[in-house]
């Protein structure tokens, strides 16, 4: 069979152009790597997500070169004070941030990404499927159904079905849940600089500002989300906020995954991003892994050594599993989420000590217990 000519050898093919895959260009790129990146599809790349950055994913925007609170105008991103919880029967706890995070849309937080990328000359390849790779110890012969390349190493940011994990055999993992996710816009003025999160039997509902005139609601449950008109009718409280909003645009789906990979690298092939593992969409921290992982596998890549990345992913993963563990009990058992929301709104402190630990502020081996949850003896 006839080969195209190849192109001349990089340092890091990278398959995706989705957040996990530009982020982990851009960390490549600082390091002084040679980047490849190709994607199936072009811009704009869009994705369901709840588009909140919690103050863990600004911090590792900053670590890539990127401040969306200062790069972004006021119209394309907007302020997230803390999160708001609202439990089906009537109760409301809420925590503020510490540091600053912002809700941004999705395709704006793309081509922002795609703009660094671009300055630090990544070279980009739109329309290109990956259709076959063969390994050695030493390279990589990637070939697309355009082009062939040649790379020492490639990076898998395929998303949860990566092709690139199959090929490697990298396919072995727990997954832990399986929930679906449906986003949809709307026009109005945010009522809240929070993320709000409304819980219900039948799942919760995100509510995200994105801009001074829009908001983000993302609904998340385990059986299939009918149309939002619907979604919404069980969240009655939500439902009064946005009845006179208009829907902007048509409402997107996919599917959340808890799930953790036995191994993210083979010689030299690494995963990164929900084709690595994830979290559930509850834990609101699925961007801020990905860009911790993205400055992680840099440095390994920069140091040719890729188990630094086994290590630093089995550490970035940790806590937010845990996290989300404990999310979904809420989610499976009301009785104790609503026990769990009203002790939070009896003890505000618990629940921005919860916040402190979720974000990273408070390591979660250093944590006392709260003295509501202390046992209370009686002599």
Same mark, same amino acid.
């Given at each position: ?10 340092? =890091? ?23 490849? =990146? ?48 609202? +439990? ?30 671009? +300055? $630090? ?18 390279? =990589? ?38 929930? /679906?996710? $449906? ?23 995100? =509510? ?10 993302? !609904? ?14 069980? !969240? ?11 829907? /902007? &645009? ?40 990905? !860009? ?67 974000? &990273? ?19």
């Amino acid at each position: 069979m006839h080969l195209r000519a190849f192109k001349t050898q990089m340092d =890091v093919f990278i398959v995706g152009a989705g957040p996990a895959g530009l982020a982990c260009a851009i960390a490549c790129a600082l390091k002084g790597l040679t980047v490849h =990146v190709a994607d199936a599809i072009e811009p704009p790349i869009d994705k369901a997500c709840g588009e909140g950055l919690l103050p863990a994913a600004l911090e590792a925007l900053a670590a890539l070169g990127l401040d969306p609170i200062h790069d972004l105008n006021t119209n394309e991103a907007h302020p997230l004070h803390g999160i708001r919880f609202f +439990s089906d029967d009537g109760a409301i706890a809420e925590a503020t941030f510490s540091r600053p995070a912002r809700g941004i849309r999705r395709t704006i937080l793309h081509q922002f990404l795609l703009d660094r990328a671009i +300055s $630090l000359g990544v070279h980009l390849h739109w329309k290109q499927s990956v259709q076959q790779i063969e390994s050695t110890p030493q390279s =990589v012969l990637v070939r697309t159904n355009r082009e062939t390349f040649h790379t020492r190493y490639l990076v898998g940011a395929d998303g949860p079905r990566s092709r690139v994990a199959n090929w490697a055999g990298l396919t072995r993992e727990v997954l832990r849940s399986r929930r /679906i996710g $449906l986003r949809q816009h709307y026009a109005i003025s945010p009522w809240s600089n929070f993320v709000e999160v409304y819980w219900s039997n039948d799942g919760q509902a995100y =509510v995200t500002p994105v801009s001074p005139t829009q908001a983000c609601v993302a !609904f998340v449950a385990n059986e299939k989300i009918p149309p939002p008109a619907e979604a919404l009718t069980n !969240f009655p409280a939500l439902a009064r906020h946005l009845a006179q909003a208009q829907p /902007i &645009g048509s409402a997107r789906g996919s599917i959340t995954l808890g799930r953790t990979l036995h191994r993210v690298t083979k010689d030299n092939i690494a995963l990164i991003g929900d084709a690595s593992g994830s979290v559930d969409a509850i834990t609101g921290e699925g961007l801020a892994l990905t !860009f911790r992982q993205a400055t992680a596998l840099a440095t390994a890549l920069h140091t040719n050594n890729l188990a630094t990345y086994r290590q630093a992913h089995r550490r970035i993963q940790h806590l937010p599993t845990i996290m989300s563990r404990a999310l979904l009990l809420m989610d499976s058992h009301p009785a104790l989420r609503d026990r769990i929301i009203t002790l939070f709104e009896r003890h505000p402190s618990l629940f921005c000590h919860l916040l402190q630990i979720h974000i &990273g502020n408070t390591p979660l081996r250093n944590t006392q217990p709260h003295p509501s949850l202390e046992p209370n003896y009686t002599r």
